[in-house]
């Protein structure tokens, strides 16, 4: 465990744990293909470099709440790619980067201690820390039932998932909002990766899509992020949507906080959001990517679990987790363990698509190497 922040140990950073298996596979011959992250590599979409550039003289305070430009941008998306109509550009709150929100909420929305938070049994690993660093407790699970009659205030949902990929049926989102209207339970879904599906047969929905939450978003708040779709990780872009008195209520906390997105990342936001064309172009990319690693892990005696959607793929030689690590690294390939997402995925690994075309190609040649 790491140093205490509020009174909590917090679990220590796990990719500090996978500094020698890196240097292993940096020494291998052809160099290091680093998929163990997930960092875009792709350029920055040239109209969102403009409209940043342009923005760039920015002496005063940006909003907390974002401009009316962003968030009317984001109800348009919401409406134009996810189906969601109607959303109040009021019920839009800017964050910086989806992390930080993930993070920070269960403290934002005043959990603490007898509180629980309920999160994927895998699961991205800020969702627990977000909880710890509130003082209250998270809970892994996938089953509602499993919960039982615990104090539960935030469920986390994530679909698509990281690290898996798996897309979560309307019907099970549905279920998911009634149980939580029940009982007076805020539901996030972290829904990052939503314009990334790889499956006509799994197509990801939002949380806030009518035939999810029968048109009201009470109780509801969607995250998303623009690191993915448009390569802004390095701008810190992200937003929630949803109930517009809990996203009132965060907007008072944050403003006190001081939890604002920059101007020219706001003016770029609004750039990215409203164009679709370098969004199918980087999806093309990936699928290309995606493809080729699929292929070659699967020809060295992977089975590729999920993977419907996102950035991953989520993939397992039935042994634990690190003998996979270790053997890809020999060939000069890192992967991220599956234990790093919970004790369920101790003999997974995830394999991000996030390299160059010319690293892809390598990492499946080590592939059919290691086969």
């Known amino acids: 465990m790491s140093s205490p922040a509020r009174g909590v140990l917090?679990?220590?950073?796990?990719?500090?744990?996978?500094?020698?298996?890196?240097?292993?596979?940096?020494?291998?011959?052809?160099?290091?293909?680093d998929l163990s992250v997930g960092t875009?590599?792709?350029?920055?979409?040239a109209l969102v470099q403009a409209a940043l550039a342009a923005a760039a003289d920015a002496p005063g305070y940006p909003t907390t709440h974002g401009t009316l430009e962003l968030r009317t941008a984001v109800a348009r998306w919401f409406e134009r790619r996810l189906g969601v109509p109607g959303l109040d550009p009021a019920a839009v709150l800017p964050t910086v980067g989806s992390k930080e929100l993930v993070a920070w909420l269960p403290t934002l929305l005043g959990l603490g201690a007898g509180d629980v938070v309920g999160l994927p049994a895998v699961a991205y690993p800020t969702y627990a820390v977000g909880a710890l660093l509130a003082g209250a407790e998270p809970v892994a699970t996938d089953s509602l039932t499993a919960l039982g009659p615990a104090p539960v205030r935030l469920l986390w949902v994530n679909s698509p998932a990281n690290p898996t990929g798996r897309v979560l049926p309307v019907e099970h989102l549905r279920k998911v909002v009634a149980w939580a209207r029940e009982r007076g339970v805020v539901v996030a879904s972290d829904e990052c990766y939503a314009e990334l599906s790889w499956s006509p047969d799994a197509r990801p929905v939002s949380i806030l899509h009518p035939d999810v939450c029968g048109g009201s978003h009470q109780g509801l708040l969607a995250v998303h992020s623009l690191s993915k779709r448009s390569n802004l990780a390095g701008y810190r872009a992200a937003f929630l949507a949803g109930d517009p008195g809990i996203v009132a209520s965060l907007l008072e906390v944050r403003k006190h906080a001081g939890m604002i997105v920059p101007a020219p990342v706001q003016a770029a936001m609004v750039a990215a959001l409203d164009d679709d064309a370098h969004v199918d172009e980087q999806h093309a990319r990936y699928a290309a990517r995606r493809e080729l690693l699929r292929t070659a892990l699967v020809a060295a005696g992977f089975r590729i679990e999920h993977s419907e959607a996102g950035l991953y793929l989520w993939a397992t030689r039935d042994e634990p987790c690190w003998q996979t690590v270790d053997a890809l690294s020999a060939v000069g390939v890192l992967v991220a363990p599956g234990e790093f997402y919970g004790p369920a995925g101790e003999r997974h690994v995830r394999v991000a698509l996030t390299a160059t075309d010319e690293r892809v190609a390598r990492a499946a040649e080590a592939l059919r190497a290691l086969a």
Do not use: H
């Open 10 to 33: 917090l679990p220590d950073f796990p990719w500090d744990r996978l500094v020698p298996a890196k240097q292993r596979a940096a020494a291998a011959p052809g160099g290091l293909v």
């Open 40 to 45: 875009p590599v792709d350029p920055v979409p």
